[in-house]
């Protein structure tokens, strides 16, 4: 099956939908069985989809669990409450007190929190590497290390990382490769391809697509797909069926969302790469993108999410530049269908292993589904806002 065919049938197995065109939503605390001969059958099957218990999912989730694992490939998927809970208990599956981690320096920041005040705290030691590294991971693996993450697109400032470069320097020393695939949406990078073990993504970004339910996912391979779903059980990790079915809703629309996404951001993106105040375009489809020869050749695509940076500006000139903006939203999170605008005047702080050579602010953006010439005026205008308010002093 295509791409496309892929997203409008994945989890769709008549097993689940029962002969209806969506997987329905089922809610259950307790299953209730007939027979001791019945309940001993669920208890033996139960992290095999089948009913035994709320906590271990009913057909809502065991469709959407499926749906994820056609999409990214995979033997299974664990379900979580949120995108930073999918990290959290992925890395936590695997690790014992003493082990060493590999964390990529452009790593969402409340994954390197979890590192810094979790691990921490744990006994296991993280040391953060250079998006751009390669193969040359090798030198920093130790006897210890235990997992290698990567984050490809980097968070915020988007560096293209060589997946399979640093996958295979992993493996020779037994390390467990995890991405978080967020930004790909499972759909323009297949992480198993490139020898990727674990794929997390925050499905409350293009996986729901509509900022309205917070939801994670984490996709192993066989090798490692039965120790993740059973310390996500351990964890008492359950996820909501109401939740799940806008998830479902949201992936039959993934793959129209995702090219229009794209098509609106890389006019925007072209647009901006013009205009006197941009210094440069952050963007995996553009040369300017570090990284940008990874995503030729390992990507099938982008979307809306890129960041720039400016040629001038402080903190007050971009808060101008904010203040003001009539389509573009301030807020965390992307990958609704709205489009969001967030400044960074401080990139360096987010960074330990690497340098930001900027002084000026990084504007980040998530190009939604508007007509892209709305956008344009709008952004047309902030910049007039942020001239205005460096001429006044
Ligand atoms: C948003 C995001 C997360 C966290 O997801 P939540 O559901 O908000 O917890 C993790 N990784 C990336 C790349 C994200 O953008």
Aim: charged share 20%; net charge negative.
């Amino acid at each position: 099956m295509r791409k496309d065919t892929k997203i409008v049938n994945a989890g769709r197995s008549k097993k689940w939908t029962r002969g209806v065109v969506n997987p329905p939503v089922e809610r259950a605390s307790t299953v209730v069985f007939e027979s001791v001969k019945e309940m001993k059958h669920a208890t033996a099957h139960r992290g095999e989809q089948v009913l035994f218990y709320g906590r271990r999912g009913t057909s809502t989730s065991f469709a959407f669990q499926d749906a994820m694992t056609e999409l990214e490939g995979g033997a299974g998927c664990a379900l979580y409450p949120s995108g930073t809970a999918a990290i959290t208990n992925a890395i936590l599956a695997f690790v014992k007190a003493g082990d060493h981690i590999l964390m990529v320096d452009t790593a969402y920041e409340p994954t390197r929190d979890f590192c810094d005040k979790v691990l921490t705290r744990i006994g296991v030691e993280t040391t953060y590497y250079d998006p751009l590294i390669g193969k040359d991971i090798e030198q920093l693996i130790q006897e210890n290390t235990a997992i290698v993450f990567l984050e490809s697109p980097g968070s915020i400032t988007m560096e293209v990382q060589d997946v399979p470069g640093i996958a295979k320097a992993a493996h020779q020393h037994d390390c467990i490769v995890m991405l978080d695939n967020t930004w790909s949406a499972g759909v323009n990078f297949q992480p198993f391809d490139y020898g990727v073990d674990i794929s997390i993504q925050a499905a409350t970004k293009y996986i729901v697509g509509h900022s309205d339910v917070m939801l994670g996912t984490a996709t192993a391979t066989e090798k490692y797909w039965e120790t993740l779903r059973e310390n996500s059980y351990l964890m008492g990790q359950c996820t909501s069926p109401d939740d799940l079915y806008l998830a479902m809703r949201g992936i039959r629309t993934l793959g129209v969302r995702l090219k229009q996404h794209q098509e609106n951001a890389l006019k925007i993106a072209r647009w901006l790469e013009q205009r006197e105040e941009v210094d440069k375009i952050l963007h995996p489809a553009f040369s300017s993108c570090p990284g940008h020869e990874y995503f030729e050749r390992d990507f099938s695509g982008s979307n809306g999410l890129f960041s720039f940076v400016l040629n001038r500006g402080d903190q007050a000139s971009v808060n101008a530049l904010l203040d003001g903006m009539h389509h573009f939203k301030m807020g965390y999170s992307w990958g609704g269908f709205e489009s969001l605008i967030l400044a960074n005047t401080n990139v360096g702080r987010l960074r330990t292993a690497t340098g930001w050579p900027y002084q000026h602010p990084l504007i980040r953006l998530h190009i939604g589904l508007e007509d892209a010439d709305d956008l344009i005026e709008d952004l047309t205008q902030g910049f007039e806002r942020l001239n205005h308010s460096l001429a006044q002093r």
